[in-house]
C-alpha cells in the first residue's frame, strides 16, 4: 500500500483511493491460490503476464470468453452474500470455451461498484478464485472501479475473461455427429446464472421473504437455492475428451434446452429429449408452480436440472458415463440423436 497516495478531493467526491489499496491486500491470499506454472506477474502490474506451455500441442489455438453473473447479484444483495458469485462469473466463461474443448490458462475480472468496501470485495475476488481452482485457471489480473453515483453505495456489477487453449486437430466440432448418437446430461446445482430477471419477478424477492427455509427445497430457503454457484465442467469434461470422442457440447445457459442444444448439431440432424428422463431440481418446480409458467417456457428459459449436454457415439456412451462418474459427475443419458430438421424436440 502506498502511504503517500490519497487525495482529499477524490475521497470527497465518493473515491477513496485507500480503500482499493486495501481490498488488494486482502484478496492477495486468494489470488496465490489460483497460481499456475504459467504466471508471470504480480498482483498490481498493469498486464497479467502468462507464459504458454505448449508441449504436447501441434497447432494451438486460443479460444477466449467473457461474461457476467447478471441480475443474479440483486439476490447476493438481498442475501448479503458475496463469496459465491464470482464462482458464478468464471464458470460463464470456462463452461463456454470447455465446449470447444479448450483448457481455461487465464482470468481477470472487473469489479464496479458505487462504494469500495474492501471485505466486501475481497468476498468477490475470493468467489472468483475459488472459481479458478475448480477450472485449472489463474487469476492473473483484475479491475475494480469506484463510480459513486453511477451505482448505488451497496451495489456492484461483476463480469469476467478467459483465455484457454486447444491444439486445433483436437476442436470439438460436429462433422461426425449422427443419428443414433447419445445425449448425456451433467447436472446443474440449481439455476446457475441465467433467467433471473424471471426468477425476481416470479418470487418478488425485494419484497418477499425469501430466507426462511422451505421443505420443497430441503431445508433451504428460496435466496439460498437462487444462489447456489453455477457448477464448473472444465476437469471432468478434460478428463472426457482424453478417455471418448466427444462429437457436441452445449453449455445450458440463457435460452435454456431449445436454445443452446441446437448450437452443437449440425443442420439435418436433431436431438430427442426425454422429459421423463430430465433430473428437475426442486427449484424449478417451485419456479414453474409460483409463477404459472408453461413447461415449454421452463425449458426455453432455464437449465431444469443440466447443466451442460456431451453427445458421444451410442457404443461410448458407457465409458463415457463411467468417466464421468470417476470424476465426480453425476450423469445420466437424456435423449439421442436423429435425422430431423428439428434442432430439438423435447417429448
Known amino acids: ?12 467526491a465518493g473515491v477513496d483511493i485507500t480503500a ?7 484478496m492477495k491470499q486468494h489470488i ?27 497447432r494451438p489455438v486460443l479460444v477466449s470468453g467473457t461474461d457476467g453473473v447478471g441480475t443474479k447479484l440483486k439476490l447476493a444483495f438481498l442475501m448479503d452474500k458475496h463469496d459465491t458469485v464470482g464462482i458464478d462469473c468464471v464458470a460463464m466463461c470456462v463452461n463456454d470455451i470447455i465446449c470447444c474443448g479448450a483448457k481455461p490458462l487465464f482470468f ?8 469500495n468496501v474492501p471485505e466486501r470485495i475481497a468476498d468477490i475476488v475470493k468467489g472468483v478464485c475459488d472459481g479458478c481452482v475448480q477450472s485449472g485457471a489463474a487469476l492473473i489480473g483484475g ?16 463480469a469476467g475473461y478467459c483465455t484457454g487453449v486447444v491444439d486445433k486437430a483436437k ?7 449422427q443419428a443414433g448418437d447419445v445425449v448425456i446430461a451433467l447436472p446443474s446445482s440449481g439455476v446457475h446464472s441465467n433467467g433471473f430477471s424471471l426468477v425476481r419477478k416470479v418470487f418478488d424477492v425485494e419484497n418477499a421473504d425469501i430466507k426462511t427455509p422451505l421443505a420443497e427445497l430441503g431445508g433451504k430457503s428460496v435466496g439460498e437455492a437462487l444462489l447456489a454457484p453455477t457448477r464448473i465442467y472444465v476437469k471432468p469434461v478434460l478428463a472426457l475428451l482424453e478417455a471418448v470422442t466427444v462429437k457436441g457440447i452445449s453449455h445450458i445457459t440463457g435460452g435454456g434446452f ?8 449440425p443442420d439435418g440432424l436433431g436431438a430427442k429429449i426425454q422429459k421423463s428422463a430430465v ?21 426455453n428459459t432455464f437449465n431444469m436440472g443440466v447443466g451442460m449436454s456431451i453427445v458421444v457415439a451410442k457404443e461410448e456412451a458407457d465409458k463415457a458415463l463411467a468417466v464421468l462418474k470417476e470424476a465426480g459427475e453425476d450423469a445420466y443419458v437424456i435423449g439421442e440423436i436423429v435425422a430431423s430438421d428439428e434442432k430439438i424436440i423435447i417429448e
Do not use: H, W
Open 32 to 58: 496465490a491460490k489460483t497460481m499456475t506454472s504459467g504466471v508471470c506477474s504480480d498482483v498490481g502490474g498493469f498486464g497479467g503476464l502468462f507464459e504458454l506451455d505448449l508441449e504436447g500441442i501441434t
Open 258 to 265: 431449445y436454445e443452446n442444444i441446437p448450437r452443437s448439431i
Open 108 to 115: 481477470l475480472d472487473y469489479i464496479a461498484c458505487g462504494k
Open 279 to 299: 433430473k428437475i431440481l426442486p427449484i424449478f418446480d417451485l419456479i414453474q408452480k409460483q409463477g404459472g409458467i408453461s413447461e415449454r417456457d421452463m425449458f
Open 143 to 158: 479491475e475494480t472501479a469506484e463510480m459513486p453515483g453511477f451505482y448505488p453505495e451497496d451495489e456492484y456489477d461483476l
Open 1 to 12: 500500500m502506498n502511504a503517500n497516495s490519497r487525495s482529499e478531493a477524490y475521497a470527497a
Open 171 to 177: 476442436i470439438i466440432q460436429n462433422k461426425t455427429m
Open 20 to 26: 482499493g489499496y486495501k481490498a488488494v491486500e486482502l
